[in-house]
């Protein structure tokens, strides 16, 4: 067993995508989208209407489990950068960050980093879930979030809402 020094507390995954970065932050700006390209399905869904536009913003998640988090985003740049730290409804952060960074790759385009810090954890309940927070979730979701970011909106095609993608 690697004791919790052993486990990296900064965990990154990325990927270049065949879409602008305005097409892959709108779904990454827009919590009610998120579920579609969770790729550690933990997200049930997002009220509509809570499309991220500044730092300082705090959105609404309901996870599969039933749970609801408050995530505060605490970085915003429109179309390159986002970062918001989650916590339970009506309590400070505990100190866990999700930061999503794109960067134009030329034309069309962009190279996307999901990155989970959990360097300021102080919720010893949470310490179990972060430790095992691996590169290859992450990049379960940026693989999700480049299908649909290349396909387009598949919310015009039902049957294909539901996207899994097997990572190589």
Known sequence: ???QDE???VVSAGREIAAGPGEIFEFIADPAQQPRWDGNENLAGA?????VRRAGEVFLMTLTNGGVRENHVVEFDEGRCI???PAEP???PPGHLWRWELEPAGASRTRVTCTYDWTQLTDSVRLTRAR??????LRASVDRLAVLAQV???SDVPEL?????CSA
Do not use: F, I, N, Y
Not at 132 to 137: G, H, I, L, P
């Open 1 to 3: 067993m690697t004791s």
């Open 7 to 9: 486990v990296p507390r």
């Open 47 to 51: 009220p509509g209407g809570q499309r």
């Open 83 to 85: 970062a918001w730290k």
């Open 90 to 92: 009506g309590q400070e």
């Open 132 to 137: 095992a927070m691996t590169r290859d979730m």
């Open 152 to 154: 387009g909106a598949l």
């Open 161 to 165: 809402a539901e996207v899994h993608v």
